[in-house]
């Protein structure tokens, strides 16, 4: 998580160094999960596999715990550090640590409930990635009427069946994440645009209608941006397009309108990237009174601006979707120019790629959101079905899963937990 600290347990020279007093050496683990305990050093061999390795879930000020690579193979295999609740270099739980240099060490040592453990020695290391949420939800639609019934995805990414609608019934909305581990849903069509959002907790469960606050429309997009925080942008209010945004603080509340940087637009979608970041994707520009698919792209930093168009790459569509994967990449999949089901993936750079050949039903009015941490799922749509397509953590779509739910388009999702 930091840069350079001091030397390590095991020198550059191989030479071993006086270890801090106290510490209990424990037998070389090798499996892939080790529950780590306070004043204990462990020899950590990853030849086989990745060891993830959860921390006590509670500690006291000068707590010490040293794990080391035994057969330096972290840099083919990893140690992940799960911080079990307490903070960790003052990162708290929603960030797992990743050690992946070969021949590391790392020492830590409990400071307080503020910063939580700190490595007094990790050499070189890899910055953390944005652990993402675990479960998702795919919420309101069209379908044969509007709708408010939501569908929980599990982290396996299974979803289930229908949960009573709360707030009003609605389609053609965006939802994003805030908060760390909860989300929100906003805007619409409910046959006239609206401007209100719901909140949902980290168990899913979704609130009441907010007032709408900001220029109320359809066809939005929105996306995380830094760690907490969450954008919605774009729409169309029936003859109007925008390219505004409204941002969302980390206690989800929706802020007024920020002026229009891009092309104006609806129908696209957003997801995240490079862990903190976020990019607004593809639309519908309803250019002189005819319609006009675009392929362009709008980056939003980690301070939630938002970039300028970047000039299109793959097939320009609308009514598409987009979701995270692998941590730090994104996927745009699907839409409407004719229904496709091609996809484009996005780098931890923020690059769009090249249209990926589909898999799955062509369709469009679909939406789609992270699960599992780091895999995705695209859901619904125009096919009429409620099927789903899930996301590797390597940005792989598979082929169709049975739907489960009121079928239904132009739905909203994000994830939680």
Request: glycine letters at 16%.
């Amino acid at each position: 998580m930091s840069g350079t600290i001091g030397d390590n347990v095991y020198r550059a020279s191989g030479v071993v160094a006086a270890a801090s007093a106290g510490i209990s050496w424990q037998s070389v683990t090798t499996g892939s999960t080790l529950t780590a305990v306070a004043g204990n050093g462990y020899p950590i061999d990853t030849t086989s596999n990745a060891c993830t390795i959860t921390l006590p879930a509670s500690a006291s000020v000068g707590d010490q715990i040293i794990f080391t690579d035994y057969d330096r193979t972290w840099g083919t295999n990893e140690i992940v550090i799960d911080s079990n609740g307490l903070n960790y270099q003052s990162r708290d739980d929603s960030w797992d640590v990743e050690y992946s240099t070969d021949g590391q060490s790392v020492h830590i040592v409990y400071m307080d409930a503020t910063n939580g453990w700190i490595p007094t020695t990790d050499d070189t290391v890899t910055d953390a990635p944005f652990k993402g949420n675990s479960e998702g939800i795919f919420g309101f639609g069209y379908g044969p009427s509007f709708t408010a019934v939501t569908n929980l995805v599990s982290n396996t990414g299974v979803v289930a069946t229908d949960v009573a609608g709360v707030g009003t019934a609605r389609t053609y909305l965006a939802a994003c994440e805030y908060g760390g581990d909860k989300g929100i849903f906003g805007f619409g069509d409910t046959g006239s645009r609206v401007g209100m959002t719901n909140l949902v907790s980290n168990a899913g469960v979704v609130a009441s209608d907010v007032a709408a606050v900001g220029t109320v429309r359809s066809g939005s997009a929105a996306c995380r941006y830094g760690t907490d925080t969450g954008i919605f942008g774009f729409g169309k209010d029936g003859t109007s397009y925008y390219g505004m945004t409204n941002l969302v603080s980390n206690a989800g509340v929706v802020a007024s309108d920020v002026a229009a940087v891009g092309t104006a637009r609806a129908g696209l979608a957003a997801c995240e990237y490079s862990e903190d970041k976020g990019i607004f994707g593809f639309g519908d520009d309803y250019s002189a009174g005819a319609g006009t698919e675009v392929d362009i792209t709008n980056l939003v930093s980690n301070a939630g601006v938002v970039a300028s168009d970047v000039t299109g790459v793959g097939t320009a569509r609308y009514e598409l979707a987009a979701c995270g994967y692998g941590y730090d990449k994104g996927i745009f999949g699907y839409g409407n120019g004719s229904a496709v089901s091609m996809t484009n993936l996005v780098s931890n750079t923020g690059v769009l790629a090249s249209d990926v050949t589909g898999v799955g039903t062509a369709r469009d009015s679909l939406t789609a959101t992270q699960y599992g941490y780091n895999k995705g799922i695209f859901g619904f749509g125009s096919a009429g079905s409620g099927s789903t397509n899930l996301v590797s953590n390597t940005g792989v779509v598979a082929t169709d899963v049975a739907g489960v739910g009121t079928s239904r388009t132009k739905p909203g999702a994000c994830s939680f937990n």
